[in-house]
């Protein structure tokens, strides 16, 4: 998950489901620019692709520490949440 500030800080929220009775999350402390931000989803879509890649799921907002939240990408996590909720 992206989230920025409004301001071009963006900030990654890391959602791991390694199997379907887990599920980690992991803050990234560092800042990105927007295009740092970029090439990060492109790299990590890279190195994912045999699994599916990143995909574009939601455009929302909301406030978490401050952070507007601008993507949620779809990292195996939607089918899990459905399942959870």
């Given at each position: 998950?992206?989230?920025?500030?409004?301001?071009?800080?963006?900030?990654?929220?890391?959602?791991?489901?390694?199997?379907?009775s887990?599920?980690?999350l992991?803050?990234?402390?560092?800042?990105y620019?927007?295009?740092?931000?970029?090439?990060?989803l492109?790299?990590?879509?890279?190195?994912?692709?045999?699994?599916?890649?990143?995909?574009?799921v939601?455009?929302?907002y909301?406030?978490?520490?401050?952070?507007?939240?601008?993507?949620?990408?779809d990292?195996?996590?939607?089918?899990?949440?459905?399942n959870?909720?």
């Amino acid at each position: 998950m992206i989230g920025w500030n409004g301001n071009g800080v963006y900030r990654v929220l890391k959602i791991d489901q390694l199997d379907a009775s887990e599920l980690n999350l992991g803050e990234d402390f560092t800042a990105y620019t927007k295009k740092e931000c970029n090439e990060l989803l492109k790299r990590i879509h890279k190195e994912n692709k045999a699994t599916g890649g990143l995909k574009f799921v939601t455009l929302c907002y909301g406030i978490i520490e401050n952070i507007c939240l601008e993507r949620v990408l779809d990292s195996g996590i939607r089918n899990h949440l459905r399942n959870t909720v």
